[in-house]
C-alpha cells in the first residue's frame, strides 16, 4: 500500500533560518507528489506540485521542493523563513490508476520566532 | 471563482447522535474526495466521488458512514451514531476530470466534528 511519511512532528526556527522539511514515499509506480501547507485558522493550500519533468520545483512564496527518485524522496525547501511560514506543512501522493486520491504524511508543524 | 465550502464549521454531538456533514465543491469540478483528520493523526482518504457516482469507498470506517453526492452538486456526509473515535476534522477537496493543472485538489476549510 502507497504510504508517505514526513521526517520531523514540529520544527522550531527563527527569521532568516534555511528551512528543509523531509518527505518519502513508497510507491514503485508513477506518483504525483504534492506539498499542502495549512496557515493558522485557514483551509490546506497546495504550495508546490510534481507530476513529471523537472525533478526541481518551484512553488509559491519562495518553496521548492526537489523529487529524487532514486531515494522515494520529496523534500521542502525554503531558503530563508519569515515568520509568517509558521503553518502546519504536509506531503502528500497520488496515483492515477488510484483515483488521484492523495495519501498524506503526518504533517509538520514549523513555527518560525520572529 | 468560489472555493470549496464546507458546512457546519464546528459540530458538538452526543454520542449516539446522527450528524451530517455539508460540501459544496467548486463550480464544474466532477471529482469530489472525503477526508478526515482525527487528532495527532495523519489526513486520511475517505471515499471518492465523480460525479453523483461513489468511485472509491475503501476509506470508509464503518456502515455508521453514509456519503452521498445527489446530482453531482454538493456531497454530504452522515454519521449515525455518531462514537468517539469519531471526532476529528473531516475535509472535502474537489477537482475537475480532466485538467491540464495536472491532478491538485482544491480544499475546503473543513468540518471539526466533537462527539461526547
Known amino acids: 500500500a502507497q504510504s508517505v511519511s514526513q521526517h520531523n512532528h514540529h520544527v522550531i526556527l527563527s527569521e532568516a533560518a534555511s528551512l528543509e522539511l523531509g518527505c518519502n514515499y513508497s510507491y514503485g509506480g508513477t506518483v504525483n507528489l504534492f506539498w499542502y501547507v495549512q496557515y493558522p485558522g485557514q483551509h490546506l493550500q497546495l504550495l508546490l506540485k510534481y507530476f513529471s519533468g523537472d525533478p526541481l520545483v518551484k512553488g509559491i512564496k519562495g518553496f521548492e521542493a526537489e523529487f529524487i527518485k532514486s531515494k522515494f524522496s520529496f523534500n521542502l525547501r525554503k531558503p530563508s523563513v519569515q515568520w509568517s511560514d509558521t503553518a502546519e506543512y504536509f506531503c502528500?501522493?497520488?496515483?492515477?490508476?488510484?483515483?488521484?486520491?492523495?495519501?498524506f504524511g503526518g504533517g509538520t508543524r514549523v513555527l518560525v520566532k520572529p | 471563482e468560489a472555493g470549496v465550502t464546507q458546512f457546519p464549521s464546528h459540530s458538538v454531538i452526543e454520542k449516539g447522535q446522527t450528524v451530517t456533514l455539508r460540501c459544496d465543491p467548486i463550480?464544474?469540478?466532477?471529482?469530489l474526495y472525503w477526508y478526515r483528520r482525527v487528532m495527532g493523526k495523519e489526513i486520511k482518504f475517505l471515499l471518492h466521488f465523480v460525479k453523483e457516482s461513489k468511485q472509491d469507498e475503501s476509506g470508509m470506517p464503518n456502515n455508521r458512514f453514509l456519503a452521498e453526492r445527489t446530482g453531482g452538486t454538493y456531497s454530504t456526509l452522515k454519521v449515525q451514531p455518531a462514537e468517539l473515535e469519531d471526532s476529528g476534522v473531516y475535509f472535502c477537496a474537489s477537482s475537475p476530470l480532466v485538467s491540464n493543472q495536472g491532478y491538485e485538489q482544491f480544499f475546503g476549510p473543513g468540518t471539526r466534528l466533537t462527539v461526547l
Open positions: 502528500a501522493a497520488s496515483i492515477k490508476a488510484a483515483g488521484n486520491k492523495l495519501t
Open positions: 463550480s464544474g469540478h466532477d471529482n
